[in-house]
């Protein structure tokens, strides 16, 4: 059982910046694939970033260039910093994992391939 735990959302405005956290506890996999999915209220549930401890990043076409996904390993710990924030990129953040990854699989942004999610972060960016 793995537990995931974000943190860092909050209110800017246009053009701002924030710095999620996803803080891992529990089971660990190696090795392992850890993702960013948003959600806007009335809208399906979206894929942001990825990344794996075997050098793979993900980043869906909507956020690259802005979204950048790094990790702290010895706080088990990923981050997602988001950059020249707008308006549709408000929604909940989560994080999520999986126990399935194994070497030479792509770690997708979809939402099925994974099992374990955070509660979510809320990111409100303001015109």
């Known amino acids: 059982e793995v537990q995931l735990a974000e943190s860092g959302g909050g209110s800017v405005q246009a053009g701002g910046s924030l710095r999620l956290s996803c803080t891992a506890s529990?089971?660990?996999?190696?090795?392992?694939?850890m993702a960013w999915f948003r959600q806007a209220p009335g809208k399906e549930r979206e894929g942001v970033a990825s990344s794996d401890t075997e050098g793979g990043t993900t980043y869906a076409d909507i956020v690259k260039g802005r979204f950048a996904i790094s990790e702290d390993n010895a706080k088990n710990t990923r981050y997602l910093q988001l950059n020249s924030l707008h308006p549709d990129d408000t929604a909940t953040y989560y994080c999520a994992t999986t126990r399935f990854f194994r070497h030479g699989k792509r770690c997708r942004l979809t939402a099925t391939d994974f099992d374990y999610w955070g509660q979510g972060t809320q990111v409100t960016v303001s015109s």
């Open positions: 529990g089971d660990t996999y190696s090795p392992s694939c």
